[in-house]
């Protein structure tokens, strides 16, 4: 496996369900991110971790709990989302977080609250 | 905050033709500017980047302009393929917040 990867590509879930959306990069980075891309919206940064510790969380409701084990896995943890929060989640790594380079995104999952 | 605006939102060119999208940018802190291009069922991808002590770069049919005084920033691409057709987005990287903005994204649409 190359790049960055994320399971599951599609899921669709209840509101109240609990799932875990997760990341994998295999390029050797140590900042990995969390956006939500939502129809006709720009790209949102939900949170940033660098070296497994998180650096931004952008005043993102608590029903979304990141975890950064080690610096090649992220997770997303979900439970009691709301229809509004149906999405593309996006995962990004960058070399380092807070400077100014490349981000490489993973595929996406998308996300569908019933 | 930075504020990134990006036009136009939709951008329909024939075959061949030369394509640009324009990005505006509040900060003049920002000092990094990417564009990504994101086809369908995929996540974006990087296909051209500049730094702010530099006004253009150009790789293949893909170019990009900077004007730091004005604060913008322009894709362009020459002789457009079908397989140009995607969305393409812009960001500034805000070195104070430590962090990218995006813009809204284009759909370029390129007719063979």
């Known amino acids: 496996e190359t790049g960055v990867t994320q399971t599951p590509r599609h899921l669709v879930m209840g509101m109240t369900n609990k799932k875990s959306l997760k990341c994998e990069q295999h390029?050797?980075?140590?900042?990995m991110y969390w956006y939500k891309q939502s129809a006709k919206k720009p790209l949102e940064l939900m949170f940033v971790y660098n070296f497994k510790e998180q650096t931004e969380n952008n005043s993102v409701p608590s029903r979304f709990s990141p975890e950064c084990p080690n610096s090649s896995h992220l997770f997303l943890h979900l439970h009691t989302l709301q229809p509004e929060d149906s999405a593309l989640y996006l995962c990004a790594s960058s070399l380092l977080a807070g400077e100014g380079n490349e981000q490489f995104f993973g595929p996406g999952t998308r996300l569908t609250v019933l | 905050g930075e504020n990134v605006e990006q036009h136009p939102s939709t951008l329909s060119v024939q075959e061949g033709d030369s394509a640009v999208i324009k990005c505006t940018y509040s900060d003049s802190a920002s000092n990094y500017f990417p564009w990504y291009k994101q086809e369908l069922g995929k996540g974006p991808q990087l296909i051209i980047d500049i730094r702010s002590n530099v006004g253009e770069k150009k790789d293949q049919r893909i170019a990009v302009t900077l004007n730091k005084t004005a604060k913008h920033f322009s894709l362009h691409i020459t002789e457009t393929q079908p397989e140009d057709s995607a969305v393409y987005f812009c960001a500034a990287y805000n070195p104070n917040a430590g962090k990218s903005t995006f813009g809204d994204g284009t759909t370029l649409t390129v007719k063979p």
């Open positions: 390029l050797g980075h140590n900042a």
